[in-house]
Nanobody, 119 residues
Framework: VQLQAFGGGLVQPGGSLKLSCAASGSVVSINAMRWYRQAPGKQRELVAV???????NYVDSVKGRFTISRDNAKNTVFLQMNSLKPEDTAIYYC??????????????WGQGTKVTVSS
């Protein structure tokens, strides 16, 4: 199983980006899917999480600006980021709890995609 993230880049303050992360391989089903970020010199933090049923939760600093969603048919999670601020600059990682057999769940990480917010 692999998670591959896409969509990072350079954007001006106030701009938008949409990140995608797709799971491939022997996926039976996917439970929670998450986006984390790690800014230079800081610890990795959980940004947003979405359950298999679509319930969402966000870190306070992104509430009202970021939206996490998923396409279960495509094993993909998205992060729509609006009103971006310089402090959103970080490498963004996706994470998912994936059922790989009828009895086994494992956690997987994507490779990270860099988001830079700067004028």
């Amino acid at each position: 199983v692999q998670l591959q993230a896409f969509g990072g880049g350079l954007v001006q303050p106030g701009g938008s980006l949409k990140l995608s992360c797709a799971a491939s391989g022997s996926v039976v089903s996917i439970n929670a899917m998450r986006w984390y970020r790690q800014a230079p010199g800081k610890q990795r933090e959980l940004v947003a999480v979405i359950s298999s049923g679509g319930s969402t939760n966000y870190v306070d600093s992104v509430k009202g600006r970021f939206t996490i969603s998923r396409d279960n048919a495509k094993n993909t999670v998205f992060l729509q980021m609006n009103s971006l601020k310089p402090e959103d600059t970080a490498i963004y990682y996706c994470n998912a709890d994936i059922r790989i057999t009828t009895k086994e769940n494992r956690g997987y990480w994507g490779q990270g995609t860099k988001v830079t917010v700067s004028s």
